[in-house]
């Protein structure tokens, strides 16, 4: 899968699912990721240790995940990813978590619009119920994205994270996808 994307801005970029071999750009770009601005919204800091290669990999070929990367030219710009939550009991619905990083000079261009619709297609083929992510209360950004395209504040964990000299609170935001359910029902 290889997709073609108009930013904006005018500019050109291609996004693929990310794949075993794409390991060191991953890191490059993480690198860069968690120096800059948006890293707070997000786990990841500076001077990270670089993640392990093997579990990398087995998370970037796994069917019960998708990692997407954009690229510009050779440069991995933003990253989003999505992964199935199974349950074994026989009621528990299929679920997805998904997250996002965009670098800050591709922010707000509608990069993360585009991503996040291309992890829900996904979602919908695996027949996921609920697709998720957790926000930070002040992360506006993530927010407008992600209450236009209807997800719900589900909740909030509070006091998760301290930083700007305030506590940080953490909001459950949630959507039900829609697909042939019918089929899931009880006889
Ligand atoms: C959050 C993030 C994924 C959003 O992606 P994005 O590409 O910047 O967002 P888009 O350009 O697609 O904009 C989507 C919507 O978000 C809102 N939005 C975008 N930029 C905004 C800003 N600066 N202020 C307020 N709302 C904003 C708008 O509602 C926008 O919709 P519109 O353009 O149709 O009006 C991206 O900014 C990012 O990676 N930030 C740093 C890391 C992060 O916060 N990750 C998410 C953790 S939950």
Redesign the pocket.
């Known amino acids: 899968m290889s997709k073609k994307i108009i930013l904006?801005n005018g500019k050109q970029v291609t996004l693929k699912r990310i794949r075993a071999k794409d390991y060191e750009e991953v890191m490059t770009f993480l690198d860069k990721?968690s120096r800059?601005?948006?890293?707070v919204?997000?786990h990841q800091y500076p001077n990270q240790p670089k993640k392990d290669k093997e579990k990398s990999i087995q998370h970037y070929e796994s069917d019960d995940e998708l990692y997407l990367g954009v690229w510009n030219e050779k440069e991995i710009i933003?990253e989003?990813s999505i992964s199935l939550k199974k349950a074994r009991d026989p009621w528990s619905v299929l679920q997805a978590a998904f997250?996002?990083?965009?670098?800050?000079e591709?922010?707000?261009?509608?990069?993360?619009?585009?991503?996040?619709k291309e992890l829900e297609k996904w979602a919908v083929k695996q027949k996921v119920h609920r697709i998720f992510?957790?926000?930070?209360h002040n992360?506006?950004?993530?927010?407008?994205?992600?209450?236009?395209?209807g997800y719900q504040i589900e909740g909030t964990a509070r006091e998760t994270a301290f930083f700007d000299n305030q506590w940080q609170h953490e909001y459950y935001?949630g959507k039900i996808l829609s697909y042939d359910k019918e089929k899931l029902k009880p006889e």
Request: hydrophobic share 45%; net charge positive.
């Open positions: 904006k990721f800059g601005k948006g890293a919204w997000t933003a989003g997250g996002l990083c965009i670098l800050e591709y922010t707000s261009l509608g990069l993360g619009t585009h991503i996040l992510a957790t926000v930070r992360n506006k950004r993530a927010l407008g994205l992600y209450l236009k395209l935001l």
